[in-house]
């Protein structure tokens, strides 16, 4: 697609349960950003990953929260035993390889945990 | 600790008047320098960037930011604002020393009035 694509777009779960959030990024952005931001605060980087290096997880709340990138492309981000306090919108941004290139966001993943 | 600072949470001003927003970065180096926008129901959308050279910037929709490495700011500016600029805006830097992590400030929400 044109834009980063991110699924579902809407997502209500009980306390306790895993969830798991699709990140579609810009076709040849070798860079995945995953930010969460909650009600009245900013965005809070969570896990950035950029070609084949090691992922950046210094964001990460918890050992609850994780994220893989398969093939350099598409990216899931799991959280287990979901907590009322994630409850939040996550979103995912590409970008280029290239430093300081613009980031491209999606839409954001609203997560409700009831 | 290393931060990228937006000190205005909210900020209203009158259709027409001027605008001013301000970010300080508090990292060693100069890093590269984000504005963003997020209009109610948006994604989140560049306005302008700043990586060298000429220290002000200019962006979409009228904007413009000023660099300023003395006082490590990179404030936002609108001569004349439009209803349509009612949102959220966030200051970001990429952290080179980082791995080009993005990094957000806390974002702050501009209201138009009539």
């Known amino acids: 697609g044109a834009g980063v694509s991110q699924s579902p777009s809407n997502k209500v779960t009980e306390k306790g349960k895993d969830v798991e959030l699709r990140c579609d990024p810009i076709s040849g952005h070798t860079a995945l950003y995953w930010y969460r931001q909650s009600l009245g605060q900013g965005l809070e980087f969570l896990i950035y990953f950029q070609g084949n290096s090691a992922p950046d997880k210094s964001g990460l709340p918890s050992d609850r929260f994780s994220a893989e990138r398969t093939g350099g492309s598409v990216s899931t981000l799991t959280i287990q035993r979901t907590q009322q306090e994630d409850s939040a919108v996550y979103l995912c941004?590409?970008?280029?390889?290239?430093?300081?290139?613009?980031?491209?966001f999606g839409q954001g993943t609203r997560l409700t945990v009831v | 600790a290393q931060s990228v600072t937006q000190p205005d949470i909210h900020i209203t001003v009158s259709e027409g008047a001027s605008l001013e927003l301000r970010c300080n970065y508090s990292y060693g180096a100069t890093p590269y320098l984000f504005w963003y926008v997020q209009s109610p129901g948006q994604g989140l959308q560049l306005l302008l960037k700043?990586?060298?050279?000429?220290?002000l910037v200019q962006g979409i929709k009228g904007f413009e930011a000023e660099f300023k490495r003395s006082q490590s700011s990179f404030n936002l500016r609108k001569p004349s604002v439009h209803w349509s600029d009612a949102a959220e805006y966030f200051c970001?830097?990429?952290?080179?020393?980082?791995?080009?992590?993005?990094?957000f400030g806390a974002g702050t929400i501009l209201r138009v009035k009539s």
């Open positions: 970001a830097v990429v952290l080179m020393e980082y791995g080009n992590k993005l990094v």
């Open positions: 941004a590409s970008s280029t390889s290239n430093r300081g290139t613009e980031a491209f």
């Open positions: 700043y990586f060298s050279g000429d220290t």
